[in-house]
């Protein structure tokens, strides 16, 4: 005795939902894993395969011939959904230890997409039964250009998403966790080139900037007298030659660290041309943890040097967490090319130059 379809359909919900509480919950450990030699190989070839079963999904299900092909109606769906126990089997086996924890987590939100995508998908699908059971549908060769048929709409919109999530699935796992990597690199580059135009502009003369609103945030802006920020002419307005050098010791430290910020952008492009093909996952995460570190630092480091116009601990401690940052980057790199030193020959031209500025920053 064959499995009606609403059954069918239901079971198939039911299923995904389940799937998508755990790509949510990021813990595949309830499904039983795969035995292939490459599960993100295996799991490229189902989304392909699921994208295939969706398009046959959607023509099966043409509301004025839906009852007149039950069975195939029937077969279709319960392709689609063993297509799925083999994607989520495949998908169980990827370890985050090999591809880092970052790319695998990416996996698993695109997995997620599809998984509510197919949900939405199946409840459509049980209200163009319902309405195929009851005779309630339209030919659409009846439904005029005038009144178009939102059931015939609807479903194509649906596999048209999931269409959508196949592909983007498809090209995030052939592009590798090194090429999503990189677009976390890129991401990371321009958060720091976004606060160094003016940094730059600023280093230049600290005094030509608005001691209230060095930011620009708001021109309508005033503080009281009290709580007006001093400039470096208001803090040593008593003793000009003191204030000329806390002034020129300022613009000449910021310079430098325009210097030092030209050589982190260095760094940040040479990361991903100097890891090996398949670096290890734990290297990735370490580089993305390192990055973002690095991103924070720059950030609080200008916002105090602009804000305050004073060398201070605060400024040494991000300074000093920014050089110590960068130096892991490159450690990293070393220990992911032990065995390859034309990748890392380049690390110690970097590292010369970056030392040559810091002895210029901290000289007495």
Known sequence: MTTPLPAIIKAFQDALEFWSINCSDKDLSAIPPAKTNDPLAEVVKIAKLIKAHTTKVGIIFEPSKLKKQSEAAEKTVTDMSKSY??????LAQVSPLKVSELFYKEILNKS????????????ELSVLEDEASN???KDEETTTTDEPSNQVNTRLVSVGKLW?????????????NLKFLERKTKMHLTLIEDGLDEFSEWAENPEEVDDEDPFGLDESYSDTEEDKVPSLEDDYSDNDDDNLE???????????WLQKFK?????FFSINKSLPTIPAGSDIDEIYRVEALIC????QL????MLNQIIDDEVHEHSTAIDRACFSILNIIKRANKNNDSKTKWCGSWLAKFTEILDSMYKK
Do not use: P, W
């Open 164 to 176: 959508t999530n196949c592909d983007d699935l498809v090209k995030l796992v052939e592009a590798g």
């Open 263 to 267: 050589l982190v952008k260095l760094l």
């Open 246 to 256: 806390k002034r020129e010791h300022l613009i000449s430290y910021c310079k430098l």
């Open 135 to 137: 005779g309630e549908t």
């Open 112 to 123: 997620q997409d599809l998984l509510d995508n197919t949900i939405a998908f199946c409840k």
């Open 296 to 299: 924070k630092e720059v950030d």
């Open 85 to 90: 126990v083999l994607f989520m089997s495949a």
């Open 302 to 305: 200008i916002v105090e040097l």
